[in-house]
């Protein structure tokens, strides 16, 4: 091989992986990433149903209700609209009522959001980043309440 | 008073770390011994005056002194001793001490054992390593200040972070800074090499083995931190592409590019350029991760505080090293002689492969983790990017990568011969596709995709335990020859080989865990039994009892053998509870079964006395860790490979020039 042949080579191979790996990211762009709403973006943007969302806000007062076999339902609100989720699995260790929560799903078509998994915060000091400013926005937001501390996970 | 005299240490600290940068750098532009001379003894004394103040910072800890704020936010008097001492690096101001007392550590060795650089290099090396440590300390006295003391002594501490106190802490966050500073050194040897306008095969010499360890360090930080995160949690995960986790995979990944990139450098002299420009990016995203945990920008575990001054300070931070050392290296690269070209194919063609891989694989997790942070600050537009675009971007591209492993270290240096190689990975191709049916074969259907990531698994395990067998000529002379052959292998090759075989029991541990496992999840009352695979769990009792700062609830199973009903052990889940915090921890349990595990976790108590509990049979998944451990192992026999052997060099090169013949030709 000539030298010409050689550098060609090489940066025609640099270029080819370059290219699949840019084709790659911009394919996952499409098709693997989320949008965080809070309940009102729901609402506002008509998110229509069936495409995959995260759904942040606090858990109503007084909404969870437990079902048979781990199913749970409760609202989301962010204190100007409110949307029902459904659930089934194990909550994370502080979900609680009147706390922040984070979920990812989709809507049904009779509007109710079919989570499939359930963020909530793991440290009395913890909000998630995206549910506090959400709240800030609709203006329920109290001083203080710092973001911070681990985040749990159920599935 | 302690507080005190660490306070002061680290502002002597301060003044000799700005001595350290000035003095040895002018007196390498004068070419003055006696200037370039005063770097190693500074270094020294760096480390002590560091050394000092986080033993006192320790002490505080000890002792409980909770007129110190950062002890009192983040201590009790009632902990045990080794969560208070852990407890130090499990807040923000602790942890950078820790972070600029490894940096000292790595400061001094150089000075140690550098007796063999060049005196300029030396020189320009410990100045930069210098100039790290100053951006540091200022970033730790101006916002960052662990020994700040509170106006009134309050009585109690408010306790460390439940989830943060347990043996891990103590052993992961040390682990990974080592790794991360690690880099600072292969840095600090780039900038030294630009500054001089010079480098050559030596310099990739001295850069393999500091690099080498950073790497060993970071493996085994990364693997605790992935095992601690997969056994605390609670729902058994081990990888939750979470970006404080992509902070500390990418140095990894450039890392890895790196050393590759520096035995091309070594043994051919070529590739230069690229070896600095992979040096400076690797301990730029050692930054960039520094940055991302420290300064707020995300929430996560890793996330102890977020306050914006102490962004903008590591913001700026990186902007003058990045910034920096990228400027630098546009200017003074296009000066550094060029190696030749080589042959595409060809073990340099291989290694560059290799590199153009990794870094494209590193750069796909660096957008998906900084771009919902850009595209934030740009539309306002809030999303997620998770395991699905990883899985789709960084997967194909390892991949693909795994699938070439194999013939690098086959491949001769300078005119290889692909064919050839690929005939002599016949052999583990055969094993591998044996792999495929054996795997198709227990699985019984399912997924066709998992038979073939078993076979890519085995396949490059078999590859690189050809290339072994053919050095030592195991199947063709008899077995005390070869054994003596393998004796005579250079450690790098043996390290190499390790290094790979790790690369492949991971693989299996990640396919064994994510694709052959199975999950049950129940609400069970005590008598209750709840089935898995081949085993029955039976729920027995329930307890409850005091621990020195929290409360324990715990369940107790017996775990018996579906067939026939044999006892094989009992697994007891718990939930803690801490008062101090008003928050607890979910503690699983955990039985392994050959390199397979049942994880059993307990969520919270019903009204109804029925407990929900979480039980997964994970298969296989000792292997990713214990392949994380198989290649720390490579790095640690490459490491000791007499050509790289820190303080050894001169008798090395002697060698090499006597009896370099009789060196197998790598």
């Not at chain 1, 050689?6 to 940066?11: D, F, K, P, T, V």
């Not at chain 1, 509007?111 to 909000?127: I, P, Q, R, S």
């Not at chain 2, 690098?408 to 016949?426: F, H, S, T």
């Not at chain 2, 063709?476 to 029991?505: D, N, Q």
Request: proline residues 5%; glycine residues 10%.
């Amino acid at each position: 091989m000539t030298r010409k042949q050689r550098r060609l080579a090489l940066i025609g191979s640099c270029l080819a992986v370059l290219s699949v790996a840019v084709a790659l990211v911009l394919g996952a762009l499409n098709d693997a990433i989320v949008f965080f709403n809070s309940p009102s973006d729901v609402v506002e943007k008509q998110i229509p149903p069936g495409s995959r969302i995260r759904l942040g806000g606090l858990v109503k007062e007084g909404s969870v209700l437990k079902g048979e076999n781990l199913q749970v339902n409760f609202a989301v609100t962010d204190g100007k609209n409110t949307i029902q989720v459904a659930y089934q699995g194990l909550l994370p260790d502080l979900f609680r009522e009147g706390q922040g929560v984070v979920t990812e799903g989709t809507l049904d078509p009779a509007g109710t959001f079919k989570a499939d998994n359930v963020l909530a915060k793991h440290d009395e000091k913890y909000m998630p980043k995206e549910v506090a400013d959400a709240l800030k926005k609709q203006g329920h937001w109290k001083m203080g309440d710092e973001p911070a501390g681990p985040q749990a996970k159920a599935q | 008073m302690i507080a005190e005299l660490g306070h002061y240490a680290l502002v002597l600290a301060l003044v000799l770390a700005l001595v350290q940068v000035c003095v040895p750098f002018y007196g390498a532009r004068r070419n003055d011994l006696a200037l370039m001379g005063v770097a190693g003894p500074t270094a020294i004394a760096q480390f002590f005056f560091v050394a000092f103040a986080f033993v006192a910072l320790v002490a505080c800890y000890v002792q409980s002194d909770f007129s110190v704020t950062n002890v009192y936010e983040n201590s009790h008097s009632a902990k045990p001793l080794i969560y208070k001492i852990s407890g130090v690096w499990g807040n923000h101001e602790g942890s950078m001490i820790l972070w600029v007392l490894i940096l000292s550590v790595f400061g001094a060795l150089v000075a140690l054992f550098g007796d063999n650089l060049p005196a300029r290099l030396k020189a320009n090396v410990l100045a930069v390593q210098s100039l790290i440590a100053f951006a540091f300390y200022l970033f730790i006295l101006v916002s960052s200040n662990p020994f700040l003391r509170m106006p009134v002594a309050p009585l109690e501490g408010r306790d460390l972070n439940p989830i943060l106190q347990d043996p891990g802490l103590a052993i992961h966050p040390p682990l990974l800074y080592v790794g991360y500073v690690g880099l600072s050194i292969s840095f600090s040897f780039a900038i030294a090499a630009l500054i001089d306008g010079r480098i050559d095969a030596a310099w990739a010499r001295w850069v393999r083995p500091w690099t080498l360890l950073a790497w060993m360090f970071l493996t085994l930080g990364i693997a605790m931190g992935s095992f601690w995160a997969y056994y605390t949690l609670g729902w058994g995960g081990w990888w939750f592409w979470d970006p404080v986790e992509n902070a500390s995979f990418m140095p990894w990944l450039a890392c890895t590019a790196l050393l590759h990139s520096a035995v091309v450098m070594e043994k051919r002299n070529a590739l230069k350029i690229w070896t600095i420009l992979l040096a400076i990016l690797a301990f730029s995203l050692s930054l960039v991760g520094t940055f991302l945990v420290r300064s707020g920008v995300l929430t996560s575990v890793h996330t102890f505080a977020s306050d914006p001054a102490r962004g903008a300070f590591i913001l700026g931070i990186l902007v003058l090293f990045i910034g920096g050392s990228l400027a630098l290296f546009a200017l003074r690269a296009p000066l550094l002689k060029q190696g030749g070209l080589f042959a595409p194919v060809s073990r340099e063609g291989a290694l560059v492969f290799n590199n153009l891989l990794v870094v494209c694989a590193c750069g796909a997790v660096f957008f998906g983790t900084l771009y919902p942070l850009a595209l934030e600050a740009v539309t306002g537009e809030k999303i997620s990017v998770g395991p699905p675009f990883f899985n789709l971007t960084f997967g194909p591209l390892f991949l693909s990568l795994l699938l070439v492993v194999p013939f690098g270290p086959l491949m001769a240096w300078k005119r290889g011969d692909l064919l050839g190689v690929a005939q002599r990975l016949m052999g583990a191709a055969a094993i591998a596709v044996i792999g495929i049916a054996a795997a198709y074969a227990a699985e019984g259907g399912g997924p066709v995709l998992v038979p073939f990531a078993i076979g890519l698994a085995v396949f490059v395990i078999a590859g690189a335990l050809t290339d072994l067998v053919e050095r030592t000529a195991l199947l063709k002379v008899p077995v005390r020859t070869a054994l003596a052959r393998a004796r005579g292998l250079p450690r790098s090759t043996w390290g190499t080989a390790f290094a790979h075989i790790g690369l492949g029991v991971t693989l299996l541990g990640i396919i064994g865990e994510t694709q052959l496992g199975a999950e049950r999840i129940a609400e069970l009352k005590p008598g209750q039994t709840i089935s898995i695979r081949r085993w029955d769990l039976n729920f027995e009792s329930v307890s409850e009892r005091q621990g020195p700062n929290y409360k324990e609830f715990a369940a107790q199973f017996t775990v018996r053998r579906h067939q026939n009903g044999e006892v094989i052990g009992t697994m007891e889940p718990s939930k803690k509870t801490f008062p101090s915090r008003g928050t607890g921890t979910t503690e699983s349990a955990l039985m392994t079964r050959g390199v397979g595990q049942l994880y059993l976790a307990l969520g919270d108590p019903n009204a109804d006395g029925s407990i929900p509990v979480r039980l997964y049979y994970k298969p296989l998944v000792l292997l990713i860790w214990l392949g994380a451990v198989v290649m720390v192992i490579g790095g640690g026999l490459s490491l000791s490979d007499r050509r790289l052997r820190v303080g050894a060099p001169k008798r090395a090169r002697r060698q090499e020039k006597g009896g370099g013949a009789l060196q197998p030709a790598e």
